[in-house]
């Protein structure tokens, strides 16, 4: 049974919106934006579902707003999770992310009971990709669910077209030849290094089983999917991402949500607060303009300690000041502690550092990234700040080559997600002074990431294509009044 932090919607359906993210932060985040920009820009009215252990984090992070409501369902127990682990950020091992995904699975029947519970059907259902199940609850309740994505466009047509074509990753992985995906743009060529990580396991890896047996059936069948990202920095790779869907289902490029939501009530629903523990912003405050790496690997998976050692003295060896956030769950599983050095400033916890507000000072030149998308649009989008890319799991191979290679503001680490390669330091002195070089090469980047951060900006502004894609798909169910056809 669903519990509400307000009344459950009252008269019709067809102006609100039921909003279900998965459990993680950088899941959560985009879509509490998708629902501030949906009720302060249409009118709408929103329910976000997610269970009681993540209510806490939902109040805090989203606008106070009495059009968008909580509501909590009750999270599952699993043999394999330990007791009261309800998000992805608090499991004690990546390993147990298959697990996880299982018992988010048997939400299934509270969430159909939530939606029978209500006056009268939602215009739609907006929900996370890995939460599979919605698309059977709203298929049978009639509802049209909308896909969200935490991905570029780029990186989801490559990723569905390979899903279709196992043999092909994992070929071009193995060393077969680059290839091109019919419909992507002259020049645009695959490697075996762009491959995402998920698609090149062997084909009895659990999360790639689950992922082929429980959500990618359903994944076809969306009425819609929604993309944070914009046209300019993606549209290209649309029609091909809708075309591996069923005949008519539309992209919606609505992004960068965080932007689209921006300057909407209080700064209440910002990700992080205004506090700065360890003292990162006066300490920039001392540097010169431009002049600083910041750094930021491993929030989302494991970290040698080879590894750390090697890049940290890259970092000392490349010359440049640099200002390192490590994760306190990486230092520790590690058994690592950073050394002294008179060139930059480590701090070890992932409270510690403000990042956006570290990403926008003028001292920053550059961000030594995992190349998570949402990381990519607060340093392109948000801050105009070219990256090195240095991919960990999942899509982010595809995310360095897009970033590195095809948007050309940023430069790429050699190193393929999931190797477990240690990538020695005088590579990583070498691609940091690539990144913050004052030559051409340079200035190329630092161009062309300031020009993504324009185009970002006109995207979500009054008339810009952000902005109407999300007019046009509540015109759209409005018109409909949100019943599948």
């Not at 700065?276 to 998976?301: F, I, K, M, N, R």
Request: hydrophobic share 45%; aromatic share 8%.
């Amino acid at each position: 049974m669903a519990t509400a932090d307000a009344a459950p919607p009252a008269g019709s359906g067809r102006d609100h919106v039921v909003v279900f993210p998965l459990m993680a932060k950088g899941h959560m985040l985009p879509l509490f934006h998708f629902a501030t920009a949906l009720a302060a820009h249409h009118g709408l009215r929103v329910t976000v579902v997610t269970t009681h252990g993540n209510l806490a984090f939902a109040r805090h992070h989203l606008l106070p707003s009495e059009s968008v409501s909580l509501a909590a369902l009750p999270f599952p127990s699993h043999p394999e999770l330990p007791p009261g682990v309800e998000s992805k950020d608090a499991l004690p091992s990546l390993s147990l992310f298959p697990a996880f995904l299982r018992a988010t699975a048997m939400l299934a029947e509270p969430f159909a009971g939530y939606l029978a519970s209500l006056p009268s059907p939602p215009l739609a259902v907006v929900s996370d990709f890995f939460l599979a199940f919605t698309q059977r609850v709203a298929t049978d309740a009639g509802v049209r669910r909308i896909t969200f994505h935490g991905m570029s466009t780029f990186a989801l047509a490559l990723s569905f077209y390979l899903a279709r074509r196992t043999p092909t990753a994992k070929g071009v992985v193995d060393g077969g030849a680059p290839f091109r995906v019919p419909g992507f743009p002259e020049g645009v060529t695959i490697t075996g290094d762009d491959v995402p990580d998920s698609l090149s396991q062997a084909e009895d890896d659990p999360l790639l089983r689950f992922m082929f047996d429980e959500i990618l059936n359903w994944e076809y069948r969306s009425w819609g999917i929604l993309v944070n990202s914009f046209d300019a920095l993606d549209g290209e790779y649309a029609a091909v991402l809708e075309s591996l869907y069923l005949p008519g289902t539309r992209a919606w490029l609505v992004g960068p949500l965080f932007l689209l939501a921006a300057g909407v009530g209080e700064s209440s629903q910002e990700e992080e607060s205004d506090e700065d523990p360890e003292g990162c912003l006066p300490w920039l405050d001392e540097q010169a303009p431009g002049s600083v790496v910041y750094v930021s690997v491993g929030t989302q998976y494991h970290v040698t300690a080879a590894q750390l050692d090697e890049l940290w003295h890259g970092l000392v060896d490349s010359g440049h000041a640099f200002l390192w956030n490590v994760p306190s769950s990486t230092a520790d599983d590690a058994r690592w502690s950073p050394p002294a050095s008179p060139h930059g400033k480590v701090v070890v916890g992932v409270g510690g550092v403000p990042q956006r507000r570290v990403l926008d000072h003028p001292a920053v030149g550059g961000y030594v990234s995992h190349c998570g998308w949402d990381a990519i649009l607060e340093s392109l989008t948000g801050s105009g700040k070219p990256m090195l890319a240095w991919p960990g799991i999942a899509e982010q191979d595809a995310n360095a080559k897009q970033v590195a290679e095809i948007i050309g503001a940023g430069a790429r680490v050699r190193a393929k997600a999931g190797s477990g390669e240690v990538v020695g330091r005088a590579h990583v002195a070498e691609k940091v002074r690539e990144l913050m070089d004052a030559g051409e090469a340079g200035r190329r980047m630092r161009d062309r990431a300031e020009q993504v951060k324009q185009a970002a900006r006109a995207a979500v502004g009054e008339g810009g294509t952000s902005r109407l894609a999300l007019r046009r798909l509540v015109d759209e169910l409005r018109r409909s009044g949100g019943q599948r056809q």
